[in-house]
């Protein structure tokens, strides 16, 4: 597999040409297959172990992957566009209470459900309210002049993006000091958390999808805290939850 993955690597990433990998290749290929060939005659000798093990955990990571696609499919035909979104809370009669409430959303160009949630539900306004996106660089560190990003939407509406390499562990309680470099006026004592949660439902006959669907329903129990990985404030953060039937 290794050495599959170099050639594409090598083809694709235009390093080589198609024909030079091949040739290159070529002879570690059929030397790993000679060694594949005399271990097959080890597998009733107690060589099914590890391919049983590694068949398991292949399956785990593929259920994964599958009820992943599934609910971000699903979630993606709710998106509202944000900058639509903020027009029309112009001329909204919603409640305004006093405080900055950040949503953290992967996407800073749509509404975050714990946003549309909160205000369905509790039918209220923050007079500042702030989409929070966390960026993973491909870079070990991020450089501190570009830790955050604030741009101003309208009178109650803000974008912040906090950017972290990805050797660091993501900080948002202390990448906030940076936040106020870049324009954010905020108290912390008036401010809340907002998470949004989606908790995958699985209903319908048990067929062979339906047993790939609840074994993610289940490693969704096990998945970690974002609010730990993240490292928010406890005593500020408000968790939102949706049922997604998959």
Same mark, same amino acid.
């Given at each position: 597999?290794?050495?599959?993955?170099?050639?594409?690597?090598?083809?694709?990433?235009?390093?080589?040409?198609?024909?030079?990998?091949?040739?290159?290749?070529?002879?570690?290929?059929?030397?790993?297959?000679?060694?594949?060939?005399?271990?097959?005659?080890?597998?009733?000798?107690?060589?099914?172990?590890?391919?049983?093990?590694?068949?398991?955990?292949?399956?785990?990571?593929?259920?994964?992957?599958?009820?992943?696609?599934?609910?971000?499919?699903?979630?993606?035909?709710? #998106?509202?566009?944000?900058? &639509? %979104?903020?027009?029309?809370?112009?001329? /909204?009669? $919603?409640? =305004?209470?006093?405080?900055? +409430?950040?949503?953290?959303?992967?996407?800073?160009?749509?509404?975050?459900?714990?946003?549309?949630?909160?205000?369905?539900?509790?039918?209220?306004?923050?007079?500042?309210?702030?989409?929070?996106?966390?960026?993973?660089?491909?870079?070990?560190?991020?450089?501190?002049?570009?830790?955050?990003?604030?741009?101003?939407?309208?009178?109650?509406?803000?974008? #912040?993006?906090?950017?972290? &390499? %990805?050797?660091?562990?993501?900080?948002? /309680?202390? $990448?906030? =000091?940076?936040?106020?470099? +870049?324009?954010?006026?905020?108290?912390?004592?008036?401010?809340?958390?907002?998470?949004?949660?989606?908790?995958?439902?699985?209903?319908?006959?048990?067929?062979?999808?339906?047993?790939?669907?609840?074994?993610?329903?289940?490693?969704?129990?096990?998945?970690?805290?974002?609010?730990?990985?993240?490292?928010?404030?406890?005593?500020?953060?408000?968790?939102?939850?949706?049922?997604?039937?998959?």
């Amino acid at each position: 597999v290794t050495t599959i993955l170099a050639c594409l690597y090598l083809i694709y990433a235009g390093i080589l040409p198609k024909a030079l990998a091949l040739l290159l290749v070529g002879p570690i290929f059929a030397l790993e297959a000679v060694f594949l060939a005399s271990n097959l005659t080890k597998v009733l000798d107690g060589g099914f172990v590890p391919l049983t093990v590694a068949a398991g955990l292949g399956l785990v990571m593929w259920a994964w992957w599958r009820g992943t696609q599934l609910v971000l499919v699903k979630a993606h035909k709710q #998106l509202v566009p944000l900058e &639509g %979104f903020v027009r029309s809370m112009a001329r /909204s009669s $919603a409640h =305004v209470v006093p405080g900055t +409430a950040f949503f953290l959303s992967p996407d800073a160009d749509v509404v975050p459900s714990a946003l549309l949630h909160n205000l369905k539900h509790n039918r209220v306004l923050h007079s500042q309210n702030i989409i929070l996106t966390i960026e993973t660089l491909r870079t070990p560190t991020a450089d501190p002049a570009e830790r955050a990003e604030y741009e101003a939407l309208g009178e109650r509406f803000g974008r #912040l993006t906090l950017r972290f &390499g %990805f050797m660091e562990t993501p900080n948002v /309680s202390r $990448a906030m =000091v940076e936040a106020r470099k +870049a324009g954010l006026k905020f108290d912390v004592m008036t401010s809340s958390f907002f998470l949004g949660r989606r908790r995958p439902v699985v209903s319908g006959p048990l067929t062979v999808r339906r047993m790939l669907d609840r074994l993610y329903a289940i490693l969704t129990r096990f998945a970690a805290d974002p609010s730990d990985f993240y490292s928010l404030p406890r005593d500020r953060l408000v968790e939102l939850g949706e049922r997604v039937t998959v």
